[in-house]
């Protein structure tokens, strides 16, 4: 299982972390491991590449973040939240899709 962990700061997202593996699949074959990475992947390209957003990223086996910086703009804390938000919609319709794969947890920070 796949634990999403949404860093909210006043209610607003400003980061993710995502633990874990969906075990739907043979290492290298899972389909929805391969369409979680695809989503959450995209989103930190959106972050960090599209908006230019000061943000810190790791992409690593069985272990992804991406946290907005203390020192962020106003435009890029809501624009990061859009993006933080389309992302949790797009993880909400494959865990309806392929149940139990996902877990989602919320942490103010």
Known sequence: M???????????????????HAEHGDYGYDL??????????????GITEVLKADAGFSLEENNTSCVLSKDATEDEQRDT?????????????????????????????
């Open 2 to 20: 796949v634990t999403v962990t949404t860093l909210r700061e006043n209610g607003e997202p400003v980061g993710f972390r995502l633990k874990g």
């Open 32 to 45: 929805v491991c391969a369409a979680i990475s695809g989503v959450v992947q995209t989103t930190i390209l």
């Open 81 to 109: 939240a859009l993006l933080i938000n389309t992302m949790l919609k797009g993880l909400e319709a494959i865990e309806n899709a392929y149940p139990g794969t996902l877990k989602f947890d919320i942490r103010e920070v």
